[in-house]
């Protein structure tokens, strides 16, 4: 079982809310990561971060924001929700000075903004 | 950047029978691949890697094989049984790189029939 966590599991919200994504690990990994899974299933990575006060972009831009205050957790914000924003984000975590060390996943949250 | 295709999209496979799923790669520095298994409401989880200096891996009834030459790597997955059933996506990297340099395929819905 992964020891990682991510809340809500769906989430429901009108355009121009802000919204918090929560993120969290019990398993003391440096690596964070932010991912947007779209309906045809595509992995996109979004954010990641080395450690805490490390924070990334990933490949695909988006106009969400993280941060990483603590090891264990790593919240994801939109400020102000769109319909393209509508989508599943998973949350993962390896660690950090194995190379290729697993990505360890949650069972992610599905934003639907309407 | 690297670039990894991943074939076919859906598969259906009768209960017993096997299932290979088909993945190139474009950068030959790329020496990592993993696979992993999305069940349905659940985060991605690793379930079989492999490296450039073998060519085939196996793991009791899932094995994985690797062409370097051709940049293509497989996944078997023999006596298919319903529990087989979820998106697999394959990935590669280069090792000396982080997983925030992982690249997927776009997935395949492996569908066991009974």
């Known amino acids: 079982e992964a020891d990682i966590y991510q809340t809500p599991r769906y989430l429901v919200i009108g355009t121009g809310k802000k919204i918090t994504l929560e993120c969290s690990q019990t398993?003391?990994?440096?690596?964070m990561y932010w991912y947007q899974q779209d309906p045809g299933m595509e992995l996109h990575l979004i954010h990641y971060?080395?450690?805490?006060?490390?924070?990334e972009k990933g490949d695909l831009s988006s106009e969400s924001t993280v941060s990483r205050i603590r090891t264990e957790h790593f919240p994801l914000t939109l400020e102000s929700a769109r319909p393209s924003h509508t989508s599943q984000y998973l949350c993962?975590?390896?660690?950090?000075?194995?190379?290729?060390?697993?990505?360890?996943f949650g069972n992610g949250t599905r934003l639907t903004v309407t | 950047g690297e670039n990894v295709e991943q074939h076919p999209s859906t598969l259906s496979v009768q209960e017993g029978d096997s299932a290979v799923i088909k993945c190139t790669y474009s950068?030959?520095?790329?020496?990592?691949f993993p696979w992993y298994k999305q069940e349905l409401g659940k985060g991605p989880q690793l379930i079989i890697d492999?490296?450039?200096?073998?060519g085939e891996k196996k793991d009791q009834r899932i094995a994985v094989t690797l062409n370097k030459t051709a940049k293509h790597f497989s996944l078997h997955i023999t006596e298919t049984q319903p529990e087989d059933s979820a998106v697999y996506f394959c990935?590669?990297?280069?090792?000396?790189?982080?997983?925030?340099?992982?690249?997927f395929g776009t997935g395949t819905r492996l569908t066991i029939i009974p």
């Open positions: 993962a975590s390896s660690v950090r000075d194995r190379q290729n060390s697993p990505l360890h």
């Open positions: 398993m003391g990994h440096d690596k």
């Open positions: 950068d030959s520095a790329s020496n990592y």
């Open positions: 492999i490296r450039s200096n073998v």
């Open positions: 990935a590669a990297t280069a090792t000396n790189f982080g997983n925030e340099k992982l690249t």
């Open positions: 971060s080395y450690g805490v006060n490390s924070t």
